[in-house]
């Protein structure tokens, strides 16, 4: 296909379909965080000295380029958390895992829906109802067994059994443990008292606590879910990708359990 002088191929709109995607993934990526005025300041950069290379300006080139020679590894180090989460994102946008393949096969379809750790349900259930009664913070964060290793250097470690008492005793004000969060990965709680990467996401209002922006914070960064408990209202919120629920009634609050626990389990 000619358009005046330009000539595009199939593969050219392929291409730049592919480059517009990948913009826009790093547009998502990046807003709300301070990361984007820096992206914005090397694509800046970028440009300037594409110029000074066009123009012929060769001291100036010289000297840009110098700095341009360590731009990937500058972008790996400033950017760290967000390629995590860029490489997470791809993950979890894969098109085959939404995929029903019991339609598919038909011997798949008389298995048993999978069911969510009851034992544990009820003890999150139970102490979150408590915690939002007596308003009593608390962090939760529900974590696989990939993920959990992340929080593997901060924290106390237990290694025990979801219970009611238990998180009652974590989360207890006078707990030295209960400003940190706790870490639950199947059926037990891993660690307690871990401290969580704090986000940056100027989008979030300014009535959100730390306790929140915690959360927000983890989930931006790894791909777990997290629950909170506001202190100051005793209301329940969860989050999920670096986005939060407010306000969660009991039954959303279940209904969010039953999914996530049965993913932890596969």
């Not at 080139?61 to 341009?68: D, G």
């Not at 008389?110 to 102490?127: F, H």
């Not at 791909?223 to 100051?232: A, G, M, W």
């Amino acid at each position: 296909m000619d358009i005046g002088f330009l000539k595009f191929r199939l593969i050219d709109i392929i291409d730049i379909l592919l480059v517009a995607f990948l913009i826009y993934q790093v547009y998502r990526l990046l807003r709300g965080s301070l990361a984007l005025n820096i992206f914005i300041g090397l694509v800046v950069f970028f440009v300037i000295t594409q110029l000074t290379d066009f123009l012929n300006m060769r001291v100036t080139k010289s000297i840009l380029s110098q700095f341009m020679n360590l731009g990937v590894i500058a972008l790996l180090i400033v950017f760290q958390p967000e390629i995590r989460r860029f490489l997470l994102q791809l993950g979890r946008s894969n098109p085959f895992k939404e995929i029903n393949f019991s339609k598919w096969f038909k011997w798949r379809s008389n298995k048993e829906v999978p069911k969510p750790n009851q034992q544990v349900k009820d003890g999150l259930l139970g102490a979150l109802n408590k915690f939002s009664e007596e308003r009593i913070g608390a962090l939760i964060v529900l974590a696989d067994s990939r993920e959990k290793t992340f929080f593997e250097d901060t924290g106390v470690r237990l290694d025990a059994f979801v219970s009611i008492k238990l998180l009652q005793s974590v989360f207890d004000k006078t707990s030295p443990l209960h400003d940190g969060a706790a870490i639950i990965s199947g059926d037990k709680i891993t660690r307690a008292g871990c401290i969580l990467p704090v986000s940056e996401n100027s989008d979030l209002p300014s009535t959100v606590g730390l306790r929140h922006r915690a959360a927000v914070g983890i989930t931006e960064q790894i791909d777990v879910k997290v629950i909170i408990v506001s202190e100051e209202t005793g209301k329940i919120s969860y989050a999920k990708e670096g986005k939060l629920t407010y306000q969660l009634q009991r039954k959303a609050l279940s209904s969010i359990l039953d999914v996530v626990l049965v993913d932890k389990e596969k």
